[in-house]
């Protein structure tokens, strides 16, 4: 019985991927896109941003310090406003969607790259339906789901880094920069974004201290030990 599991366990991963997935949809698409009070400001800064004509440097004259640090999430809902008009707020909506979808699937994909088993991946990837940022903000018009695709997406990459056998001088710094890319754009995605941008900035700063010859298995299970903690927070 064992033995047919740990046969068939990537099957088995696949189906319980596919399965969240289809309840996250069938969670959020009745629901959205829902507007809440933080929207307000949301809109009135992208329209700030257009009469500026994205122009960066007047764009910040018009508000304050702190609401500088929404920038990029801002300038994503500004395009779209520009490419959708009045439905622009569906198309967020739809595009929270597809980011929780890549979000989880570079979940799965980050464990498998420092080699955690699709039967552990299967029997932790249901904890993410315990997570807000997987319940209860993706029908919403607002900064939190993208926020959570842009720490993915450089956790990913830093995976993807740290993974590569031997790369050369040239794609190792193209992983970094690739890296910082991220990083800041997070930095400019939301004010909470400190401690996290920090966090994987000294994870950059390490990576020439040979952290890449840390054992998979033991990183793989601090990723999956994080993931747990976060949904069950």
């Known amino acids: 019985m064992i033995q047919q ?29 829902k507007i809440a009070v933080d929207f307000i400001r949301f809109n009135d800064w992208s329209d700030y941003l257009l009469e500026a004509g994205f122009n960066y440097q007047d764009y910040w004259a018009m508000i304050g310090r702190p609401e500088r640090l929404y920038t990029v999430t801002i300038s994503v809902m500004a395009a779209l406003k520009v490419l959708f008009d009045d439905n622009w707020t569906s198309v967020y909506f739809g595009l929270n969607l597809v980011w929780t979808g890549l979000l989880l699937g570079m979940l799965c994909h980050s464990a498998r790259m420092l080699e955690v088993s699709w039967l552990a991946i299967a029997a932790l990837l249901p904890l993410v339906l315990l997570s807000a940022d997987f319940m209860y903000w993706p029908h919403y018009v607002l900064s939190d789901t993208f926020f959570a695709f842009l ?66 298995a033991w990183v793989g299970f601090g990723l999956m030990l994080t993931v747990v903690v976060l949904a069950v927070a």
């Open 151 to 216: 720490l993915m997406l450089a956790v990913w990459w830093l995976v993807f880094t740290l993974t590569r056998p031997n790369p050369s001088l040239r794609v190792r710094s193209a992983l970094l920069s690739g890296a910082l890319l991220l990083i800041g754009l997070i930095a400019f995605a939301r004010p909470t974004s400190a401690p996290y941008a920090g966090s994987l900035l000294l994870f950059v700063l390490l990576l020439p201290l040979a952290v890449h010859r840390w054992r998979p």
């Open 5 to 33: 599991i740990l046969r068939q366990q990537v099957k088995l991963g696949l189906i319980v991927f596919i399965a969240v997935l289809l309840l996250l949809l069938i969670r959020h698409w009745p629901l959205g896109p």
